[in-house]
Every structure is written in C-alpha cells, then in structure tokens.
C-alpha cells in the first residue's frame, strides 16, 4: 500500500512555463533504468534546467531557489507533453511531490501521475494564474487540495475551484492501493463472480 490521499495543504513551488515536456521533466540519458529508484529519478528531475553544465545548481531555476518549497508543483499550461515515458512521473514523485495543478495535462502524462500516487489537478486558466500571481507575492502561501471533495483552494484569496478526477483512481488514491492492490484486496468478489458466472 502506498501513503493515503486526503486533504493536501501545504506550500507551492511554482513552475509558470508552458509547454513542459517529459524530455525536460526527465531527460532521456537517464531513462536506462528500468526499476523505479525514486531517490535517483527524483535528484534528476528538471536535471537540465536544475543544473549548469558543469553540474553546479542552476541558482536561477526555481527548485533551488529557497524561497519556495512544498509538496504542490504548479505548472503552465500542457505539462507532461511529448513522450510517453513513466519515468517522468518516477521523477516527480521521487522529488516529494504529490500534487501537481495545472489547466492541461497530456493524458499520458496524466495517468502516469494516477499511476504513482501523484494527483494531477485541472484548473482554469484564470485559478492558474491567480495561483502563480498569490505564490509570487509570498511564497509562504497555501494551497489546500481535497481529494474527498475534489476541491483546490487558493488559502491566499479563499478562492477554490472544483476539479475531476476518474471515480476509480479516486478510490485508489483516498484507499492508497495501486492496480495490484486493489484486485488483491478484491479477489474474492472477483472468485465469486466468476463462479456466478460460469
């Protein structure tokens, strides 16, 4: 089982590029690994963007920057494009994070995230935006997301907005079950129905 979902409250770090895609989460040289080693795919996430050439910290990108901090990435429109590699969601989850907010997925992407016990969160352009104008002006600011009620709040303005998720994954996020896990934990109805069935 992995860790539960509920109510997430906590800080942001804020990502305001579009168009972020899975070459840039996790660049391809890293992708040789084939088991997932969260520590290592997580120290690699935005590893281009994270680090000089020389492999000194970028002190420009914004997971070295201090300020920001938390479990909530907040990211621009379309994040997860291109490839359909897991190992970006492997990254972002081996990093600490559990949520990631943005007003479009790629799909792929998105269920990746599902996957590996990351929510992705849909929200209008506008809550997007007034996220990133509320995580600017203090970075200490808040972001509450309730998984039971799908609702994200802005905890700055008090401004919340409802979000979808698949009625499945919900129940295995809240439940903390993966695929396996949740027909292990439902074998015996699965036993019984064949038998009804035959």
């Not at 906590?10 to 899975?22: F, G, K, Q, Y």
């Not at 969601?89 to 990746?112: L, M």
């Not at 590996?116 to 849909?122: I, Q, T």
Request: hydrophobic share 35%.
């Amino acid at each position: 089982m992995k860790q539960k979902f509920n109510v997430i409250t906590s800080t942001c770090v804020p990502l305001p590029m579009e168009n972020v895609d899975t070459d840039q989460i996790i660049p391809a040289r890293f992708l040789k690994a084939t088991t997932r080693e969260e520590k290592f795919f997580g120290d690699n996430l935005f590893r281009d963007w994270r680090y000089n050439a020389d492999g000194t910290p970028n002190k420009d990108f914004v997971l070295n920057d201090p300020k920001y901090s938390g479990c909530i990435l907040v990211a621009g429109k379309n994040f997860g494009s291109g490839s359909s590699r897991e190992h970006a969601a492997w990254a972002i989850a081996g990093y600490g994070f559990r949520v990631v907010i943005s007003s479009f997925f790629a799909d792929i992407h998105k269920n990746n995230e599902l996957n590996n016990f990351v929510l992705p969160v849909v929200v209008s352009e506008g809550f997007l935006a007034e996220l990133f104008y509320s995580i600017a002006a203090d970075p200490k600011t808040e972001v509450e997301v309730d998984l039971p009620n799908q609702k994200v709040t802005n905890k700055a303005t008090g401004n919340s907005e409802h979000f979808d998720i698949n009625g499945y994954k919900k129940h295995c996020l809240i439940e903390g079950l993966d695929d396996i896990d949740f027909l292990v934990k439902n074998q015996q109805k699965t036993e019984l129905w064949e038998q009804a069935n035959k």
